[in-house]
């Protein structure tokens, strides 16, 4: 099965549990079960390419200049963890089946448990970096949906945000490290950056990458400082605590470090830097897990401690210390799975975790009682059980280490580690389990559905079988091994077994279990003790932190984002104009190239009359009216020197635009006052003016220095200009790069433009339905209003002029593919047509005769200029790319006939709906009350109204 499958098979999968929920809670697990085991079977049906030495690829070039491209690769390291994902995953799904209660929306958990495992499976399949910051992002996303499932519960939510911030922090320093890597090596392919271990460690970039990526390890994998965040994640639901903790995201981190081992190992930074938090990681962990009440906080903090047993056994950089850590992560898989699950059980059935009221559930719970007592025994390191054979390889690979000079000092700290791991499983056992019997249990337990303890059974059943026959995963790891060692090292020859003799290995082993053993006796007075002394809350910490950062930014935001935009304005055009004038002062300026052209006195005059009527906008910008006309001015100018320059496409749109703009702001207008406020004092205004007459010059001298010199690379317009018939089909260059070369803009612009007159009509919506819509309607005009609202001249005018803007709008969108025109010119034309309808004979006599709702040509313009993209594919061609042919009819010359011009038709009914959708709006708006709508086209005897109610 292709890679591309077994990867995407969750993510599709996700949308099943949400269908087959209403079916029922079996039907919904079946179906979330089946998805996973389809992906296992897909994963699994690659291993015997993987076992005949290969290395299974898939690829799909995507954006190969960016160096994105879609890429997964199946080695043994990928391979053992993607098996633990949906193996441990299929576990979880069936003990979620009999864990969640009846109100839990099990379709919505399942949906965010697919989610989240297809972006683990996704982070440990992929080859391209940049594909994988994508999966580890997700992986944030998703278990911040899983954690924070329980919205109802305080603590769900606080360490949901908990784990998406310190994780998400991390990854965003994590992608700053792998964009460095990918430079390093030249290719973002992992399987090309795992080649180029010298160049990368010989780089002056190597440390700030290695730091930067090892943040997104660290603070993935809850090493120290960022440990605190794990344990907050137990507010999930437990098959969620279970499966973070064992497989997936925690081991996430792990898992990157491993990956990156060749190439970023065995350096004195890295030594320093991932030995050290291991180590401060394994101690700190163990010992505050001894000290918890419940029963998750306990295993939760066991997790942080064994994760950074993992974590300094990467870090020592031998090929040992790796084939270790890969050891410890498939025993720490099963155990903690399986005890994660116990607790849980026990939580449903006691109903509680806290370790004080409990004891005796032995004899209520001997099948929990029994799984939950083999897999800490493991946790512990005791003899016949697969912790303890990983445990001795770690103290042996403690005792080879030194640190800080010292061959002594790791293992001292190794030994402490173990020693409150023992303690903390022996806690975990005998104050659960042992005991007398209570009489005060929240709830009276005993042992659940066995679909509830098959799970952390099988995994039990593995605890034992590897430990007491540690050979049988000796192959699996030495396989493993050597992929995470690559060409650096070769795998060890090192036998795992359950007896290596009377070595030092083993006397730590047995110091940490006696000193364990003692801990547990002498509990009761050591809390009391770790109670009353104080010590920094890594959570309060936290949180405090949060709260500063919260600070700085309001007072920052407060401080700048005032709501004024004469200051943003400001802010930005002197940083502009700074930047600018910094690199026209600093770059390299070349001499002119090209002579100035003369102007002719029409030219000059029309100048004149744009700076004129600018300046006389600036003056009289506060009188509404007076600045909207100018405004008109000023397009049309612009319009005259479009058309000077040989651009009429873009004269003739410039012209529609100012029309059905200058209607639509003067609806606008009729709700504000005539003159803006003075809102600003003189000495303020002289400063805005020194900084725009200084923006202009600099946009003026910016516009001289690119028109005076040849372009620094050859402009696009010549491909255009070479290719716009023979791959478009149409002479019209502008209107074949709108429909073709460009189609994706104006696809979005369309789809923007009909969202933007949605939102307008949607704002209309909510005033007429408040307590402005009163407002409104009882408002008085500032002056007296004209006798006739709907003039007989102007009903007549546009009546006449209707059916020729119409002929002229259906005129330009036909030739627009060769000759100046098009759909969203044809649109505005139109659309200026119609708004004179509403203009003479006002909005109720407009409105009975409108047959379509604006919203529906709105989409489908959107609609049809879609689907005409659609069409491309059935030709063999992309989105969007125009088809055109050749086509004579009897009694007619040959004519042309091109695809583009279905998605012409698209733009123009887009363009068409959107400006009228909006008119309409404001129209609604106008309305005030004690007024009636006439119904009639014109005024001829506004008494005839009066005559006509009286009538009936």
Request: hydrophobic share 55%; net charge neutral; aromatic share 10%.
């Amino acid at each position: 099965m292709s890679l591309f499958i077994v990867v995407l098979m969750p993510f599709l999968g996700a949308l099943l549990p949400g269908v087959l929920y209403p079916a029922g809670r079996r039907t919904c697990a079946l179906g979330t079960l089946s998805v996973t085991l389809i992906a296992l079977i897909g994963l699994i049906s690659n291993f015997p390419a993987l076992l005949a030495g290969e290395t299974v690829t898939a690829r799909i070039e995507w954006m190969p200049a960016l160096g994105l491209n879609a890429t997964f690769f199946l080695d043994p390291l990928g391979a053992f963890f993607a098996t633990l994902i949906l193996g441990i995953g299929l576990l979880i799904i069936a003990y979620g089946r009999y864990y969640l209660s009846s109100s839990d929306n099990m379709g919505e958990f399942y949906t965010y448990l697919l989610l989240f495992q297809g972006a683990m499976v996704g982070i440990v399949l992929s080859d391209n970096i940049l594909m994988l910051l994508v999966f580890w992002e997700l992986t944030s996303l998703s278990s911040f949906l899983l954690i924070g499932y329980w919205r109802h519960l305080a603590e769900g939510r606080q360490g949901a945000r908990m784990a998406l911030t310190v994780t998400g922090m991390g990854g965003l320093a994590m992608i700053g490290g792998m964009l460095i890597l990918g430079q390093i090596a030249g290719s973002y392919d992992l399987t090309v950056i795992l080649e180029n271990r010298d160049a990368i460690q010989e780089s002056d970039l190597y440390l700030p990458a290695l730091i930067l990526i090892l943040l997104g390890c660290f603070t993935k994998s809850a090493q120290f400082p960022f440990h605190f965040w794990l344990p907050h994640a137990m507010a999930a639901p437990t098959p969620v605590s279970a499966y973070l903790h064992s497989a997936t995201m925690v081991k996430a981190g792990i898992f990157l470090m491993a990956r990156m081992w060749p190439v970023l190992s065995g350096s004195e930074a890295w030594f320093w830097l991932v030995t050290g938090a291991g180590l401060i990681t394994v101690v700190l962990g163990a010992v505050i897990s001894f000290f918890k009440h419940d029963l998750k906080a306990i295993l939760a903090f066991s997790t942080v401690s064994h994760l950074g047993l993992i974590t300094m056994l990467l870090g020592t950089g031998t090929a040992f210390g790796a084939m270790t850590a890969i050891f410890h992560i498939l025993n720490h898989a099963t155990f903690k799975a399986a005890l994660f699950m116990s607790a849980g059980i026990v939580d449903h059935e006691a109903h509680t975790r806290d370790i004080r009221r409990l004891g005796g559930l032995r004899h209520l719970m001997p099948v929990t009682a029994t799984i939950a007592t083999l897999a800490a025994l493991s946790m512990a390191g005791i003899p016949l059980f697969n912790g303890f054979v990983s445990k001795e390889m770690w103290l042996e690979e403690a005792l080879h280490t030194e640190f800080f000079a010292s061959p002594y000092f790791v293992a001292a700290i190794c030994t402490i580690g173990a020693l409150f791991s023992a303690a903390y499983s022996f806690r975990f056992i005998f104050h659960t389990f042992f005991g007398d019997t209570r009489r005060d249990y929240p709830s009276h337990p005993h042992d659940p559905n066995p679909g509830m303890w098959l799970p952390p059974a099988f995994l039990v059943c593995l605890v034992l079988i590897i430990g007491m026959a540690p050979f049988l995963a000796e192959p699996l790891v030495k396989f493993v091994t050597a992929a995470v060692l690559g060409n650096t090292a070769e795998v060890p020859t090192y036998h795992l077994a359950i007896w290596h003799g009377f070595k030092p290995p083993l006397y730590l082993s047995g110091i940490a279990v006696a000193g364990g053993i003692l801990l547990v006796l002498l509990h009761a007075p050591l809390q009391r003790l770790w109670d009353a002394t104080p010590r920094p809350e890594a959570k309060s910490i936290f949180e405090g932190l949060i709260a500063g950062c919260v600070w700085v930014a309001r007072r920052i935001t407060c401080g700048l984002h005032d709501g004024s935009f004469t200051r943003f304005a400001a802010i930005l055009m002197v940083a502009i104009v700074a930047g600018g004038a910094h690199a026209y002062f600093t770059g390299n300026a070349t001499a002119a190239t090209r002579d100035m052209q003369p102007a002719s006195v029409v030219a000059i005059a029309t100048w004149a009359m744009l700076i004129a009527a600018t300046g006389f906008l600036v003056a009289a910008h506060r009188k509404r009216l007076a600045a909207l006309i100018l405004i008109g001015i000023i397009g049309l100018i612009v319009s005259v020197a479009f058309a000077f320059f040989s651009a009429p496409d873009l004269a003739m749109t410039q012209i529609s635009v100012e029309v059905v703009t200058i209607v639509l702001m003067l609806l606008a207008l009729n709700f504000l006052p005539k003159e803006t406020p003075v809102e600003s004092s003189a000495l303020r205004r002289l400063r805005d003016g020194a900084i725009g007459c200084v923006g202009g010059l600099g946009a003026g001298a910016l516009c001289y220095y690119l028109l005076v010199r040849e372009s620094v690379a050859p402009p696009i317009s010549d491909y255009h200009l070479e290719n716009s018939y023979a791959g478009g089909g149409g002479t019209n260059v502008v209107n074949v790069i709108l429909v073709d070369f460009r189609g994706f803009d104006t696809f979005g612009e369309i789809i923007v433009l009909g969202i933007a007159a949605l939102v307008i009509y949607a704002l209309t919506e909510a005033l007429l339905r408040g307590p402005v819509r009163a407002r409104l309607l009882n408002r008085t005009p500032e002056s007296p209003l004209a006798g006739d609202r709907h003039p007989l001249m102007m009903v007549v005018l546009t009546r006449v002029i209707m059916p020729v803007l119409l002929m002229i709008g259906i005129y330009i969108f036909l030739r627009g593919h060769n000759l100046p025109g098009g759909g969203f010119i044809a649109g505005l034309v139109v659309a200026v047509a119609v708004v004179q309808q509403y203009m003479a004979s006002g909005y109720a006599w407009a409105t009975q005769r409108q047959r379509y709702p604006y919203h529906g040509i709105v989409g489908a313009g959107v609609l049809i200029a879609g689907l005409t993209g659609i069409g491309a594919w059935f030709t063999g061609y992309e989105f969007l790319t125009s088809s055109f042919t050749y086509i004579k009819l009897p009694l007619l010359d040959e004519f042309e006939v091109a695809s583009a011009m279905g998605f012409d038709l698209g733009v123009f009914l887009a363009v068409l709906g959107a400006v009228m959708l909006s008119l309409e709006s404001f129209s609604r708006l106008a309305r005030r009350a004690h007024t009636t709508d006439s119904l009639h086209a014109m005024d001829i005897d506004p008494s005839r109204d009066d005559q006509t109610e009286g009538d009936h």
